[in-house]
């Protein structure tokens, strides 16, 4: 099978030269790469072009669009018979591409997910960001989990779509907020066969401070909503749990305040679920700074979701606004 891997790349020269560099040592060589720049300021030609010796890749420019349509046009460009989207901040383990050629001539796949983790050499604050977004106990839970709720929605850092899918399905939609859920749901819809490929792991980098896990999450929280306005049925009571945690959150902060009785339930609620967070991070990273880190990036990632989600419910589903 010929894989061809779609890259969009957005002021991230450095980033791209790492993922280019772990391609380099795949096991398995019948691939090619695309590299499309979206319209970047700080471009990474150059640095894609000193590959072209070792590796199979195609440098493209294209005004800014966003990382949905990106992927569209290196759709249209691709020779491969299935095609694999990573974002430019990950790490590609050396047998990735051999795993999912192995896996997908065992058990046929339209569509594949593959889950992410934690490489050794990133940051700490990395790690347990990393943490809180695979973590069962927030809702990374749903991410790279075959016990997942309802229907497994690939995710565009690690995802792979079959040429005839794209034939049949065509490309991206919608170009941000949600556009590789809605465009899974949209497979599953025509009666592909999506799935899980749970040892197809990649190494994804995170966001290097709590301020940008943030606004990423709160981004992530309103991008729910956004594919509620596409497939209202996809709106699970689940995707509300963060929201009802961003309120229990606030509620006990304003009744510490006031000093109402039952601030001290909520204390012990808040406390039970920190020790959770810490020693399961700490079971997972057998360190325990990136446990205490991994209580922030819990609470960031909780509140910044619930809020973002709550926010774009308030707009475009109960004021009916755009």
Known sequence: MFFS???????????????????????????????IE?????????????????????????ANEGQGFTR???????????????DSDCLIPANYLEIVNN??????LDAYGGPDGAHESFTPIQKAISYSMTSPFTTGGIRGNKKGIGQFHPRSFNMGISRRVWEKAGGFIITRLG?????????????????LIPEAIVYHKRRTDFLKFYKQLHFFGRARINIYKFFPSQLKLVHFFPAFATVGIIFTIIANIAQWPIALLCNVLLLVYILLIFFHSWSKNKSAKIAFLSIIAALTQLTAYGLGFMQDFWKRVVLKRP
Not at 9 to 24: A, C, D, H, K, M
Not at 72 to 86: L, P, S, T
Not at 103 to 108: F, T, V
Not at 179 to 195: A, T, V
């Open 5 to 35: 891997i779609i890259i969009p790349l957005y002021n991230r020269p450095q980033e791209i030269s790492e993922l280019l560099g772990t391609l380099v040592q795949q096991t398995y060589k019948q691939f090619e790469v695309l590299v």
């Open 38 to 62: 979206d319209g970047s300021v700080n471009r990474a030609e150059d640095i894609v072009k000193s590959y072209e010796g070792i590796l199979g890749v195609r440098y493209f420019e294209k």
């Open 72 to 86: 569209n046009f290196g759709f249209e460009r691709a020779k491969g018979d299935y095609f694999i989207v990573f």
């Open 103 to 108: 896996s997908l001539n065992s058990n046929w």
């Open 179 to 195: 556009e590789d859920i809605e465009y899974s749901i949209r497979i599953h819809s025509l009666g592909y066969k999506i799935g």
